[in-house]
C-alpha cells in the first residue's frame, strides 16, 4: 500500500515537473487544440494559419520572436515561425534532428509596431510547395519549401506532431479556405490587398537577398543569432558572432569597426529604402505603359484619324 502511495506521488511529482519545466521557462508553451487542428490539415494542399494580437515587448528585444513551432515525431526536428523586428524579417527555420539548422526569410515593411494579424498561406503541393506571408492585410513575399509539413511528419517512425504558440498572440488554422475569404473576415481593405498583390511580379522576378540567412537555404551547424534551446523551446541569443567568411579567393574581407564602418544592420536598412522605392518606380512605369497602350488603341480606332485631308 505503501509501495503504491510513493509511486503515485512520484508520477505526480514528475508530471508537475514537466509541466513546469516546459511552460514556465518556454517562451512557446504547448497548445493541443492547434495540434488537433494541425494534424486534421496535415494532408490537405493548402491550408491557412492566421496569427492575431502581435504584441510589442516592453522592454527592446534584439532576439528573433518565436511565434509558432511544430515539433515532428520523437526526434529533435521543428519548424519554428520567428519574426526579427530588428531587421524587419519574418523567418522560418527548420531545426533538423542532427543540430543542423536551416533559415529562410522575407524582408517586410515594418514590424516596429503591435500587428493586427500574421496570415501565413500554405501550399504543400510537391511542385509549388511554400508559404505566402500577409502582415496587416498586405502581402509581403513568399518563402519556398524544401519540404512541406506533410513531408516532414511523414519522415518520421511515428505520424506524431505537436504544436507549440507564442503565449500571448492567438493562433488559428482554417481548412477549405481562400485567402480572400480570411482577408475578408480579418475586415482587409480590398484596395491595399490588390495594390500590395501588384507587386508580386517584382517579388518573384527580382528576389532580394542581403546577408547569410536569405530566401536561399542556410546550413548553420553551430549556434547561430536565433538559437533555439532543445529542452524547453525557448530563443536564446547566441554570444559567439558569426563568422564572416571570404567570398573571394584573392582579396580578404577585413573585420568591421561597428562603430565607424557601415554594418549589416545599416546596409539591410538602406537596402530595404530602396527595395521600396524600386517598387514605386515599378508601379509608376506599369500605370505609364498601361496610359500609352490605351492612347495607342484609341489611335488606331479612331475614325476621324482615317479620313482623308480636305480638298483630296
Not at 537596402?271 to 522605392?277: F, G, K, P, R, T
Not at 505603359?289 to 483630296?312: D, F, K, P, S, Y
Request: glycine share 2%; charged share 30%; with cysteine.
Amino acid at each position: 500500500m505503501n509501495l503504491s502511495r510513493i509511486n503515485i506521488f512520484l508520477l505526480t511529482f514528475i508530471n508537475i515537473s514537466t509541466i513546469f519545466f516546459v511552460y514556465s521557462n518556454a517562451t512557446l508553451t504547448e497548445d493541443k487544440e492547434l495540434t488537433t487542428s494541425l494534424r486534421g490539415s496535415l494532408y490537405d494542399e493548402d491550408f491557412i494559419i492566421v496569427v492575431t494580437d502581435i504584441r510589442t515587448r516592453k522592454k527592446p528585444n534584439t532576439e528573433a520572436e518565436p511565434l509558432l513551432a511544430v515539433k515532428y515525431g520523437e526526434s529533435n526536428r521543428k519548424t519554428v515561425l520567428m519574426l526579427d523586428r530588428r531587421t524587419n524579417r519574418v523567418i522560418l527555420e527548420n531545426l533538423h534532428s542532427n543540430g543542423r539548422r536551416t533559415t529562410k526569410h522575407i524582408v517586410v515593411n515594418n514590424l516596429s509596431s503591435s500587428l493586427k494579424n500574421l496570415i501565413v498561406s500554405v501550399h504543400q503541393k510537391q511542385s509549388e510547395s511554400r508559404i505566402d506571408v500577409y502582415i496587416d492585410c498586405m502581402y509581403q513575399g513568399s518563402i519556398d519549401l524544401k519540404k512541406s509539413f506533410r513531408e516532414l511528419a511523414d519522415e518520421e517512425e511515428f505520424l506524431y506532431i505537436e504544436v507549440f504558440r507564442e503565449n500571448k498572440c492567438k493562433i488559428k488554422i482554417h481548412r477549405e479556405r481562400t485567402i480572400d475569404d480570411i482577408l475578408k473576415e480579418e475586415q482587409c481593405s480590398r484596395s491595399f490587398e490588390k495594390l500590395d498583390r501588384s507587386y508580386n511580379f517584382l517579388d518573384n522576378n527580382f528576389p532580394f537577398e542581403f546577408d547569410s540567412s536569405s530566401s536561399k537555404t542556410n546550413d548553420r551547424s553551430k549556434r547561430g543569432p536565433y538559437d533555439f534551446n532543445h529542452s524547453n523551446l525557448s530563443f536564446e541569443s547566441s554570444s559567439i558572432a558569426r563568422k564572416r567568411t571570404v567570398r573571394r579567393g584573392d582579396i580578404g574581407i577585413q573585420s568591421l569597426d561597428e562603430k565607424i564602418c557601415l554594418t549589416d544592420s545599416q546596409l539591410t536598412k538602406t537596402l530595404n529604402e530602396l527595395i521600396q522605392a524600386t517598387k514605386k518606380i515599378w508601379s509608376e512605369l506599369e500605370m505609364n505603359r498601361r496610359e500609352t497602350h490605351e492612347l495607342r488603341i484609341l489611335m488606331e480606332n479612331c475614325v476621324a484619324c482615317r479620313q482623308g485631308m480636305v480638298g483630296e
